[in-house]
């Protein structure tokens, strides 16, 4: 592969978290002896043993849907048959709170990389995988439309007003790249987000604590690998 490096076999099942450091964390935390297997380009993957003594991949995607789009392209060509994507994102609805969690039925594309593979305004996430986090995730999830944008640091306020008013959960930044181009390689792919960041009156950012985001993030892999039919140790 031209980005992806394997050295060791990859599961078919795969969590994407955009962030290295989460997969690192998500392979400590969900597998037995994990094995780094890709650090070329700083994308840190793993596949070790899950609770249910069968293979699991961690994958980190990077930021932004162009990088997301490779990973999953060349994931797929080494044999990942079903993805879920673990992230962070902002809220875009009152009432959230750090942590919270966000099941993505659809993202809005607001991104470059999913409307240049095609996407219409809105990707869908597989149904099943979808059902899978709801029964994983217990009452304890928002379930919606989450919007995926180019910009974390967006000038324009307008953007994410017209998001929410559209009833739009929550920002994030790969969502929609990844469910397109799992749709157009024909592979189920969903998302699962924790509230890393809300936002006051004035659009005032506050973030989660880096505590909180390291809490969130295990609650991500947890509820993602028991998704993908991995029993929950
Ligand atoms: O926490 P991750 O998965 O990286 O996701 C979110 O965090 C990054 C921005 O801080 C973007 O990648 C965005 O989508
Ligand atoms: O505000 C946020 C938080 C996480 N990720 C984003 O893309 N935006």
Redesign the pocket.
């Known amino acids: 592969m031209i980005h992806l490096h394997p050295t060791t076999e990859l599961a078919p099942r795969v969590l994407l978290?955009?962030?290295p450091g989460?997969a690192l964390a998500l392979a400590q935390h969900l597998l037995e002896k994990p094995l780094m297997f890709n650090h070329n380009r700083g994308l840190w993957g793993y596949t070790g043993t899950a609770a249910d003594g069968l293979p699991l991949t961690i994958q980190s995607?990077g930021?932004?849907g162009p990088s997301a789009a490779i990973v999953v392209e060349e994931l797929i060509d080494l044999g990942v048959t079903r993805a879920i994507?673990?992230?962070?994102?902002g809220a875009l609805q009152p009432g959230f709170a750090h942590g919270d969690l966000v099941i993505a039925e659809a993202a809005l594309a607001e991104d470059g990389t999913s409307r240049g593979l095609g996407a219409a305004d809105t990707v869908a996430a597989d149904a099943g995988l979808v059902a899978a986090l709801r029964a994983a995730a217990g009452d304890g999830a928002a379930v919606g439309a989450v919007a995926t944008t180019d910009l974390?640091y967006d000038p324009d306020p307008a953007r994410a007003a017209r998001w929410a008013e559209g009833g739009a959960l929550a920002v994030?930044?790969?969502a929609a790249a990844v469910l397109q181009v799992a749709a157009r390689r024909g592979i189920p792919a969903a998302v699962l987000l924790a509230v890393?960041d809300t936002f006051g009156p004035e659009g005032e950012r506050s973030r989660i604590d880096e505590d909180g985001l390291l809490r969130a993030g295990e609650r991500l892999g947890e509820v993602a690998a028991a998704a993908l039919g991995v029993a929950t140790r």
């Not at 994507?85 to 994102?89: K, S």
């Open positions: 978290p955009g962030d989460r995607t930021m932004g994507r673990v992230g962070t994102c974390f994030e930044m790969e890393s």
